[in-house]
């Protein structure tokens, strides 16, 4: 990896180095050290949700893409009580195989920002799954050894960065990369912080969202390499713990088959219930199972707490729910448990998703109330 050292080294050098760009008065140097001195934004999030399925994780193009999100969609999340979107969008969706723009997408993507401000709403936009990263496919994962894809990678968020500046500091910000993959945390710490030191030079202080790597877990926040003195950045982790219980029987897992019961509070997955199931299966059902309630994800949460208060940043949930096939009443409390706790910690949050897998309208925009009062505190 002495490619991935060697930029590094000229990021952070690029950083430390750059004193003005398209907001002249934004970035200065501070003292012989040369370390920058960013203004800070007024870029809020609360609670949110996912608009996912649409630019992101999705075949549909045409018309059908075009009709799957509406002005309707963003009025209703308005309407509901939230106050932002994170909104994923694919390299598949933006450029093709030759690195060229799909214009059709880009105009989406704006479309949906543009639907989004007008209903006062902050937009997260996430560059969701790269054709060199796939969080949940183990053979789409060479943007750790590849120089070319690395380039090609950086090369979109200045190309992003440059179609997206247009929108406000305080209503607008970027999530580099979902649920990094990294074997090693170091490779996630050298790529985040290239990108990030590329986008500071054309944008010194738009707000970016700055995930932990293996799956923006909290175990791995210790491990994540925060940039200095940069109040525009907000970190960020992901929850779906326990995962035996908030996707019980969801086909892409690799526990669908379990089809015995699962509880909440306590041990997810009996003893016996385990012993009843197949070697592979339920080796897989194992390795997530436990016993769990509101003090120990508390405690779990905890870790990454403990590193967002020490840098002094904002705290973000970007995902968390639990599949609809999971027992209502278990999923209630679940849901309770954690809303508590991010409340307890002030941790912003945005829900997956809006409607698609883990809905919270149905297709026809009928609201759940049975977990949106949950969320919501009505």
Not at 127 to 132: G, I, S, T, W
Not at 156 to 182: C, G, I, M, T
């Amino acid at each position: 990896m002495r490619f991935f050292r060697a930029l590094a080294i000229l990021a952070v050098a690029s950083v430390a180095l750059t004193s003005g760009c398209s907001q002249s008065d934004s970035n200065s140097t501070s003292g012989s050290d040369l370390t920058p001195s960013y203004i800070a934004n007024q870029f809020r999030v609360e609670r949110g949700v996912n608009v996912s399925h649409w630019l992101s994780q999705s075949d549909v193009r045409g018309e059908q893409r075009d009709q799957y999100m509406q002005a309707e969609d963003f009025k209703l999340i308005s309407e509901l009580g939230f106050d932002h979107v994170r909104l994923p969008v694919d390299e598949e969706q933006l450029w093709n195989e030759h690195g060229e723009r799909q214009q059709q997408a880009f105009d989406l993507m704006h479309q949906g920002i543009q639907w989004s401000l007008e209903q006062g709403l902050n937009v997260i936009v996430d560059l969701h799954v790269l054709r060199a990263h796939h969080f949940n496919r183990p053979d789409s994962q060479k943007i750790w050894t590849d120089a070319k894809a690395q380039q090609q990678y950086i090369q979109f968020w200045q190309q992003l960065s440059e179609e997206l500046k247009q929108y406000p500091l305080d209503r607008v910000a970027y999530e580099p990369l979902n649920e990094a993959v990294a074997d090693d945390n170091e490779d996630w710490n050298k790529l985040i912080n290239w990108v990030i030191s590329e986008v500071r030079q054309l944008e010194p202080n738009r707000t970016i969202i700055m995930g932990s790597n293996r799956w923006q877990q909290v175990e791995t926040f210790e491990a994540l390499q925060v940039p200095q003195n940069d109040p525009n950045i907000m970190l960020s982790f992901h929850y779906y713990t326990p995962f035996n219980l908030t996707h019980y029987r969801s086909p892409w897992t690799a526990n669908k088959d379990y089809t015995g019961p699962v509880s909440y509070p306590g041990q997810t997955v009996s003893n016996e219930d385990l012993a009843a199931q197949p070697a592979e299966l339920a080796a897989h059902l194992t390795g997530n199972n436990g016993t769990f309630d509101r003090e120990v994800m508390a405690k779990h949460i905890e870790q990454a707490v403990r590193v967002a208060q020490k840098h002094g940043l904002k705290l973000y949930c970007g995902e968390f729910g639990a599949f609809p096939t999971t027992d209502l009443s278990m999923r209630q409390e679940w849901y309770r448990d954690l809303m508590s706790i991010f409340n307890q910690y002030d941790i912003a949050w945005a829900h997956w998703n809006y409607k698609n897998d883990f809905p919270l309208v149905s297709e026809q925009l009928e609201p759940d109330d049975s977990l949106l009062d949950i969320l919501l505190e009505k």
